[in-house]
């Protein structure tokens, strides 16, 4: 018999631009999947908590009760914070709920369409495997339906820099090794247990995980907080599954297509990953150390 373990989930979204057009459809979606795991069994209870940290002033009341309009469960807009990072919000958010009685909490991103039956895939995973600590979805590109390989094997150099670089994508042994990277030798509908990178735009994940790994590690502001996370926590022996049967729809893209800025900062997160978990020239899978 299944183990329901996780019934009480917080919801952590992290918004530094307050777009509607954004931000309300992965609301609503969320809504959604999270009714459907309640009518389901996979939940009893669950609370969002939207973390603003932009610099333009927010009424966090009024958003709160323009979200709780269309949210059926409680929504709470935290005041606005120091932009320290996706890493640093989300840990804001799991500090201050630490006492509360939560079991299992996802980290989100606001570029996300939440597909129905997501929540409920992912929460019965994760309550049915003692094991299993992160649970992460299928992620589709919104315009094209076509996979975005969220989960990644342990990177080098070499497939960084193709894709940072289009000229190197011209390489046939770039482009093979860039494939292994994502996985591909992987078909997106097969369920993988012990995957070794996940992307921090969808996390489902056991207050446990979170409080045994101390969250995100703040030093990152940008890219890579959550390769570490998943490094970290295979370290500690906590197991990590996709899910193919949750599909969430992601708009985000690589550093690459973003303003010489975000390349800065993934170099920068990149080389405090290196220097952290080891180095990698060519070769891509399984932490050095």
């Excluded at 959604?32 to 009341?61: C, H, I, M, T, W």
């Excluded at 006492?99 to 606001?110: E, G, Y």
């Amino acid at each position: 018999m299944v183990d329901l373990a996780c019934r009480r989930l917080a919801v952590s979204l992290v918004v530094h631009h307050w777009c509607e057009r954004e931000i309300y459809p992965a609301v609503e979606t969320l809504g959604k999947s999270l009714s459907a795991a309640r009518e389901q069994g996979a939940l009893d209870e669950a609370a969002l908590f939207v973390v603003y940290n932009g610099e333009s002033p927010l009424d966090s009341d009024g958003r709160s009760r323009e979200l709780a309009g269309f949210f059926p469960f409680p929504v709470e807009v935290l005041p606005a914070q120091a932009n320290g990072g996706y890493g640093k919000a989300n840990n804001l958010l799991l500090e201050s709920i630490a006492r509360q009685s939560f079991d299992a909490a996802l980290v989100m991103n606001p570029d996300v369409v939440v597909a129905e039956q997501a929540l409920p895939r992912m929460l019965w995973r994760l309550s049915g495997d003692p094991s299993c600590g992160l649970v992460v979805p299928r992620l589709l590109n919104p315009e094209t339906g076509r996979d975005v390989y969220g989960c990644k094997r342990y990177p080098s150099v070499a497939v960084l820099a193709v894709r940072q670089f289009r000229l190197l994508q011209r390489v046939p042994a770039l482009l093979r090794l860039n494939a292994r990277y994502e996985y591909r030798d992987r078909r997106p509908e097969w369920e993988h247990r012990g995957v070794e990178l996940c992307s921090g735009c969808f996390m489902l994940a056991r207050m446990r995980f979170w409080q045994d790994l101390g969250g995100f590690d703040a030093r990152y502001f940008m890219y890579f907080e959550d390769f570490d996370l998943s490094v970290r926590a295979a370290a500690r022996g906590w197991v990590q599954v996709y899910e193919p049967g949750a599909v969430v729809r992601h708009s985000g893209g690589g550093a690459a297509r973003k303003p010489l800025k975000h390349r800065l900062w993934f170099v920068r997160s990149a080389f405090r990953f290196f220097m952290r978990h080891g180095w990698r020239l060519w070769r891509v899978g399984k932490a050095p150390r």
